[in-house]
């Protein structure tokens, strides 16, 4: 079994290798947050979602991705978000603690994946932390303080990464991860929904980046959770328009794939797509 590479030294390089976990068993059953609560009666169409993760899945494949898939288990309705289990900065993979018992398993099943691999890990056993409220630009790890990211996770992460600069942002109690409401897509400019973040830490962010702002109703339809592939080429939900016009206008190729059955649960694009290798 040829060995797996780590390397994530930022969220828009070449991506090589991700790991996903196809929705066989994906529904909405704790509510956990605003987006689910919104379609918890209707819940999640099974097979539209399994569909549009397929095509998600063929396009990632198109564009030279190498893909790794988690076995989907019934006991878990979430498992499909891989990029809340565990993220990679720089050559180091974590495995992420995961606070929502309706998640908690999670982890167990990337570790033994990892393992069968002998791929090397950190395992934040001890401080509660999610992927998605992870970003890397450079020696640089923003992370988001939410309901599901401790102020001691992001201290035990630093201690781990000594040469990095690790950068805590809390962000408003109705957001469930930080790539709901700031993605970096280049070296230089990052989607933002600015109410979901302090002034003073918008003003940061602003003299790094140029901020491209996204509008309410684009935020909720999850319009900052591109996925970023390389070559500013970037993977977006046809419903927002305004988010693919100001991309391409900027000279992004925007690729537009359908995903509203699973964004129904709160995460889109880059929530379903773990990283291992980007360069």
Not at 156 to 169: A, C, G, K, T
Not at 193 to 209: K, V
Not at 245 to 269: A, H, M, P, Q, Y
Request: with cysteine; proline share 4%; net charge negative.
């Amino acid at each position: 079994m040829k060995q797996t590479q780590l390397s994530c030294p930022n969220e828009f390089s070449p991506l090589k290798e991700v790991i996903l976990c196809e929705p066989t068993y994906m529904k909405i059953q704790d509510i956990i947050n605003e987006t689910q609560r919104r379609y918890h009666k209707e819940n999640i169409d099974v097979d539209r979602a399994v569909e549009q993760h397929n095509k998600f899945h063929e396009i990632l494949r198109e564009n030279n991705i190498t893909t790794h898939l988690l076995s989907p288990k019934n006991t878990f309705p979430e498992q499909v978000f891989t990029r809340d289990i565990g993220f990679t900065v720089g050559r180091t993979l974590f495995i992420s603690d995961m606070k929502m018992p309706v998640r908690q398993g999670e982890e167990i099943e990337l570790r033994n994946w990892l393992s069968a691999r002998g791929m090397s890990y950190i395992d934040l056993v001890e401080d509660e932390t999610e992927g998605g409220d992870v970003l890397v630009h450079g020696n640089t790890v923003y992370i988001g303080l939410s309901d599901r990211t401790t102020f001691e996770a992001v201290e035990r992460i630093q201690s781990y990464l000594p040469d990095y600069n690790v950068i805590p942002l809390p962000i408003h109690e109705d957001i469930l991860h930080l790539d709901c409401i700031f993605n970096i897509i280049s070296d230089n400019e990052a989607l933002i929904y600015r109410e979901g973040l302090r002034g003073d830490d918008i003003t940061r962010l602003s003299s790094q980046f140029d901020l491209i702002d996204v509008c309410r109703e684009e935020q909720f339809t999850m319009g900052v959770n591109v996925l970023s592939i390389g070559n500013k080429k970037v993977i977006s939900l046809p419903i927002n328009k305004g988010v693919n016009k100001e991309l391409r206008d900027r000279g992004f190729e925007v690729i537009e794939v359908e995903f509203d059955e699973i964004i129904k649960s709160g995460g889109s694009f880059r929530c379903c797509t773990l990283p291992l290798l980007r360069g």
